[in-house]
């Protein structure tokens, strides 16, 4: 991180702020408390900001399988009591054809779409299947209820025992890979919480657009971890790597005026109905 003075906000490279001691206080504050991670993501970015999105993908796989066995995120783990994975009977992703174009709706309100194991299956059957069809020329990305996505499923981190495993998963099984080999076909529609993995693989969209009331945030440090659905990759290429890191270290949460100033979404728009409460 670097500190600079100026009477600018200046460009993408930039964080204004308008109390430096403030501003490094935060940031040296988020690295006392999980300093391995944060050292990890600093690391991480330098490279994903310069690699192909595969290589990226691939790295910050590695990174995150490592910090899942570290004493930062057990530390997180042990504070937060695992709660038993009670699954919908319905499906937690609906995939609809409406002429040559495909929706792809994020549909367990009632977790905030939080992205379960079940719901990362889901998107990658749904992205594989446009992937294949080249009569599909558009796609849309959606949340059903308040929220677009509510992060990764908490319940659901740390399960893994065997980390190499969780690795390979990450490396064959993200759908993020495939979305951002569609982007000029995917559009991304967010509302409401955009956090964690919700704004990591929607980031990967070729167009993306929020409604007035969506916020983002990724708060990943703060579990001992690093962003691991994409984000130092699609994140890093959107709004550059030193405004990713801070968002990342600080966990600041920005809302949709910030985001399209930044450059992290294209516009703020309306959102249509039954598509928010």
């Given at each position: 991180?670097t500190?600079t ?12 702020c308008a ?8 940031i ?15 690391r991480l ?18 990174v ?7 004493s ?29 174009r ?12 939080a ?23 558009r ?11 509510s992060?990764?499923?908490l ?10 495993a969780?690795?390979l998963v ?6 993020w890979r ?17 956090i964690?993995?919700?704004i ?23 579990m ?27 966990g ?5 005026e ?16 039954g598509?928010?409460?």
């Amino acid at each position: 991180m670097t500190l600079t003075l100026s009477s600018s906000a200046g460009g993408r490279e930039l964080i204004g702020c308008a109390d430096l001691r403030s501003g490094v206080d935060r940031i040296s504050d988020a690295v006392g408390r999980n300093p391995r991670a944060s050292v990890a993501l600093a690391r991480l970015v330098r490279q994903t900001s310069v690699l192909d999105v595969e290589a990226g993908l691939a790295a910050e796989a590695a990174v995150y399988s490592m910090l899942l066995g570290g004493s930062e995120f057990a530390r997180w783990r042990a504070e937060r009591p695992v709660r038993p994975v009670v699954a919908p009977e319905r499906p937690v992703v609906r995939a609809e054809r409406r002429g040559d174009r495909l929706e792809v709706v994020l549909d367990n309100p009632g977790r905030r779409n939080a992205v379960s194991m079940r719901m990362r299956e889901s998107l990658l059957e749904a992205f594989q299947l446009a992937e294949l069809d080249p009569s599909i020329a558009r796609i849309e990305l959606r949340g059903a209820g308040p929220a677009f996505c509510s992060g990764g499923d908490l319940d659901e981190f740390g399960v893994a025992t065997d980390l190499v495993a969780a690795y390979l998963v990450r490396l064959e099984r993200a759908p993020w890979r495939i979305i951002d080999r569609l982007r000029d076909r995917v559009t991304a529609r967010v509302h409401g919480a955009c956090i964690g993995a919700g704004i990591e693989m929607a980031a990967f969209a070729g167009r993306l657009t929020t409604a007035p009331d969506g916020y983002f945030q990724l708060p990943e440090i703060g579990m001992g971890l690093v962003p691991g659905a994409g984000g130092t990759v699609s994140v890093v290429r959107r709004i550059g790597r030193w405004r990713a890191a801070w968002m990342m270290l600080t966990g600041e949460r920005i809302d949709a005026e910030t985001a399209v100033r930044w450059g992290l979404v294209d516009e703020v728009g309306p959102v249509e109905p039954g598509f928010s409460v």
